[in-house]
């Protein structure tokens, strides 16, 4: 390489010729007319020694043809390979691309205000919810795909009441709605392009779309799924939360930095690039939607109300009345008739009981009430030993006509065993 290049130098630069060239570097002229001669820099080529897995290469092409995606494994058990598995592999990963169809995936360009990409991303059993317990609750990040802005929330479930409520905080936090929200396959929110009755009214209410990619197509929102690497990186390590709200404190103090850096798909930093993102968006509605979960139940003697997999005390006052349960991310609230009558801070685990203790207390006078009101009905109860007069039964039959049966008779010789 050294020998090409400097004969080349004195032949061009030094006008130096052939036999002047060879005497002084000590070549062959054979050799500095071969680097005249070459454009490009020698190099060594040995023709290739061949490969065991070359004799059935035919074999491997045949069955590829027929079924592009045929495991490697497969394919050595079809061909009787017996050698190493590596150099079948390695065959086969070549000649696999001269049959399996393409599928490229281009290069989206996002405008000003469209979309806001959404998916869930799961930290881990991190976040304790009780004394002795860790959950692994999902966290919602959703990105505005233009200016790569980032926002995160942590929720107590993957439902559709959480989902949606975890969308409108964080949307009412940036001010302004998308024309698209685009999600996955994730079931709170629907299936098969179906969404659910929530996710329909959460999009109606807001004004804008909600659009579910295909399945196994994660470069439709590569955006937010490379946000998500980006917290699992740059946010968890390090840190320990004490609670579910001590990890959402200390990921909305962290948000603003993450936001700030300088984003090489777009070269501008997310946090100043978003403004003009949500110019181009549409308002907030002036009626929030409806989120949380709901339901009505009866409430029974047991005045408890399950939503959520936990248990909730009710005003025990209400009992046997319809009663309106709402679970928020960070309360639940019980109402009847339009007049609360049970309110909790939301429990992120499961199967746990919530009980309010004045809830115990109107309970405890109730009953007393109750008992009180029923001894007054049934009457003055006799004490203990005294006497109480007993009816013949022959008073009976005369009372209801009934004729005295005949005594029976009894054989003299039958002994009657008491």
């Known amino acids: 390489m050294e020998d090409w290049a400097e004969i080349r130098r004195l032949h061009r630069s030094e006008k130096l010729g052939i036999k002047t060239i060879a005497r002084r570097l000590g070549l062959a002229r054979n050799t500095v007319r071969a680097a005249l001669a070459s454009d490009v820099p020698p190099r060594y080529v040995r023709a290739p020694a061949g490969s065991k897995v070359d004799a059935f290469e035919s074999r491997i092409r045949a069955l590829l043809a027929e079924f592009p995606d045929m495991p490697a494994t497969v394919i050595g058990e079809r061909i009787g390979w017996e050698h190493s598995s590596s150099v079948l592999r390695g065959r086969v990963a070549q000649l696999r691309p001269l049959f399996r169809p393409a599928d490229p995936a281009d290069r989206t360009i996002y405008e000003p205000g469209q979309i806001v990409q959404c998916d869930l991303w799961f930290p881990g059993k991190v976040v304790p919810v009780g004394a002795e317990t860790l959950a692994d609750p999902p966290v919602l990040t959703m990105v505005a795909a233009f200016s790569g802005f980032i926002m995160a929330l942590l929720l107590p479930t993957r439902t559709t009441g959480d989902l949606v409520a975890g969308m409108w905080q964080l949307l009412s936090g940036l001010g302004a709605v998308p024309k698209t929200l685009v999600w996955d396959n994730e079931s709170g929110i629907g299936q098969h392009r179906r969404l659910t009755v929530g996710a329909r009214s959460f999009a109606g209410t807001l004004g804008t779309r909600i659009y579910q990619t295909a399945p196994r197509?994660?470069?439709?929102?590569?955006?937010?799924?490379?946000?998500?690497?980006?917290?699992?990186?740059?946010?968890?390590?390090?840190?320990?939360f004490t609670d579910?709200?001590?990890?959402?404190?200390?990921?909305a103090g962290w948000l603003p930095k993450a936001n700030s850096r300088l984003l090489r798909r777009t070269g501008c930093q997310p946090g100043v690039r978003v403004v003009t993102d949500t110019a181009a968006m549409g308002v907030l509605p002036p009626v929030a939607p409806a989120v949380g979960t709901s339901m009505r139940v009866r409430l029974g003697r047991d005045y408890y109300v399950r939503i959520a997999?936990?248990?909730?005390?009710?005003?025990?006052?209400?009992?046997?009345?319809?009663?309106?349960?709402?679970?928020?991310?960070?309360?639940?609230?019980?109402?009847?008739?339009?007049?609360?009558?049970?309110?909790?801070?939301?429990?992120?685990?499961?199967?746990?009981?919530?009980?309010?203790?004045?809830?115990?207390?109107?309970?405890a006078q109730l009953r007393t009430a109750y008992q009180a009101r029923t001894d007054a009905t049934r009457g003055p109860v006799n004490a203990t030993?005294?006497?109480?007069?007993?009816?013949?039964?022959?008073?009976?039959?005369?009372?209801?006509?009934?004729?005295?049966?005949?005594?029976?008779?009894?054989?003299?010789?039958?002994?009657?065993?008491?």
Request: glycine share 10%; net charge negative.
């Open 217 to 240: 197509d994660p470069e439709a929102k590569g955006v937010v799924e490379r946000a998500n690497g980006f917290l699992q990186t740059s946010f968890m390590p390090g840190r320990t």
């Open 244 to 251: 579910p709200a001590d990890y959402n404190t200390q990921l």
């Open 309 to 363: 997999g936990n248990d909730y005390s009710v005003n025990p006052t209400v009992i046997g009345r319809f009663v309106d349960v709402h679970a928020g991310l960070q309360q639940v609230v019980v109402s009847c008739a339009g007049t609360v009558v049970g309110t909790h801070v939301r429990c992120w685990g499961t199967r746990q009981t919530i009980t309010d203790p004045v809830h115990v207390a109107v309970a």
């Open 385 to 418: 030993g005294t006497e109480v007069g007993l009816r013949a039964l022959s008073d009976y039959d005369e009372l209801f006509a009934l004729a005295t049966p005949s005594a029976p008779s009894v054989r003299p010789d039958l002994q009657v065993i008491r």
